[in-house]
């Protein structure tokens, strides 16, 4: 079965390549090792039987007795009839140490030789003269002088085998050192709960893979711990949302139900038209509640495929007209400031801003038009009380009302700036308010401008 763990997987791996790559470099060694000591032994005795034959060619038998090449003690000269003429002391009563004489045509032979009376010997048998009847020097050494080199080689197996070790070994810690940071991270990872994402694992130095994998963890983590925030600000919004709304339609609701269960407790003294009308006026503003809190919900899905090219002058035009019986507006406006939006939803934030512009001001309203490089600038004015500066950013809040128009009875539904936010935020642009020159309210709305006809 393969080990689990990379560390043991590599140390594995590494062992077995060890292996692979020193048991045949042993082997070989070995081999290579052996035929050099084999082949010097030839050498040798051949060297030694060369310089006894010479000896006997020279006349010199007498000399022969005594082996010139160090290593080589088993020395013969042997005639025609295979009988020993001269042997070395160590050869000395011996029987020839072979029976091969090499013929005139290869007068040198290597033999390996094992007589009854000595262990395996390697001989070179040389024939001294090319004649019939020459005598054969036959030179000789043990063939287990080959020893020192097996232990030799054996030693350098136990080498292989050490070396083996050491690489299993070093790579085991090595990896377990490389791979800590990554336990460290993993064990990190698996404490971090569900709750608290504001942990982050330790980032190593350098810019090797487990540091850039450290610091890609800790950015995911920083992520999902903003998404969660976000998230929960989304909650804590949605919440707050949903009980102002509930708070919101609450009163009407309250009031109207108020209103039913009199007339019914005291038919007689009610008055059917009056009441009527009363009941109307909460269900109208139930409706406008509704409907303002259904187009807060499609704003935020709402897609490019729905937004067309607008006139955004002849949209404010068109809005203004709607409105010549209250207030007198007037409007100042760029022909051809074209925005690319959904025609609906711009429509009502034109709408909201010119219904509470003309809901507070005085005398007039002022509204202009115009190109700013490449966005489109709406700009709405009264001359009422206007707004305090430490309010100019909590009056674009849902359901909120300042002092001077908390009364429901004035109209609003505390929805029109938010739904004016909203509009803006999902098209890019923005929404802020300011004082005006006459000391009231004004509202500024920047929308993107069409790449067409604006840069």
């Not at 992520?223 to 989304?234: C, H, N, P, Q, S």
């Not at 359901?399 to 935020?425: N, Y």
Request: hydrophobic share 40%.
């Amino acid at each position: 079965m393969p080990p689990r763990s990379i560390r043991g997987r590599l140390t594995a791996l590494v062992t077995l390549l060890a292996l692979l790559l020193l048991v045949p470099t042993g082997i070989a060694e070995a081999v290579i090792g052996r035929q050099a000591v084999a082949d010097g032994i030839w050498l040798e005795v051949r060297q030694q039987a060369g310089i006894t034959a010479a000896l006997v060619r020279a006349g010199q038998l007498p000399d022969t007795t005594r082996p010139q090449v160090d290593g080589v003690p088993f020395v013969q000269v042997v005639d025609a009839a295979n009988r020993v003429v001269l042997a070395s002391p160590q050869a000395a009563g011996w029987p020839p140490l072979s029976s091969v004489h090499p013929p005139a045509g290869a007068p040198e032979a290597d033999l390996k030789s094992c007589p009854r009376f000595s262990g395996c010997l390697r001989v070179a048998a040389l024939r001294v003269t090319p004649a019939a009847d020459s005598p054969v020097v036959y030179a000789g050494r043990q063939a287990a002088s080959v020893g020192p080199f097996e232990q030799f080689g054996r030693f350098f197996g136990l080498q292989e085998g050490v070396l083996t070790i050491l690489a299993a070994w070093a790579t085991w810690k090595v990896t377990g050192r490389t791979l800590r940071p990554v336990e460290e991270i993993r064990a990190d990872l698996a404490a971090i709960g569900g709750d608290d994402v504001s942990s982050r694992v330790p980032e190593p130095s350098g810019q090797d893979e487990i540091a850039r994998l450290a610091r890609t963890v800790n950015g995911t983590l920083s992520r999902i711990e903003e998404a969660k925030r976000g998230t929960e600000r989304v909650l804590m919004r949605q919440r707050q949302f949903v009980a102002d709304a509930s708070h919101e339609l609450r009163t009407p609701l309250a009031g109207l139900r108020t209103e039913l269960e009199e007339a019914q407790m005291h038919p007689g003294e009610t008055d059917l038209p009056e009441l009527l009308d009363q009941a109307l006026f909460d269900v109208d503003r139930l409706e406008t509640i509704i409907a303002d809190l259904l187009l807060l919900a499609r704003v935020d899905s709402s897609g490019e495929a729905e937004r067309t090219r607008v006139d955004l002058s002849d949209l404010v035009e068109a809005q203004v007209t709607r409105r010549l019986d209250r207030l007198p507006v007037r409007v100042t406006a760029e022909p051809g400031v074209h925005v690319t939006v959904v025609r609906s939803q711009v429509a009502r934030v034109v709408a909201n801003l010119l219904d509470n512009a003309q809901r507070h001001a005085r005398r007039s309203v002022e509204v202009h038009v115009k190109r700013d490089g490449a966005t489109a600038v709406l700009t709405v004015m009264d001359d009422g009380p206007g707004i305090p500066a430490a309010e100019r950013e909590r009056i674009f809040e849902r359901f909120t009302r300042l002092d001077t128009a908390r009364s429901r009875d004035h109209g609003g539904t505390g929805l029109g700036l938010a739904i004016a936010r909203d509009v803006a935020l999902a098209h890019d642009g923005t929404i802020t308010a300011c004082e005006s020159p006459s000391g009231g309210a004004c509202f500024t709305l920047r929308l993107p401008g069409d790449d067409a006809e604006m840069g």
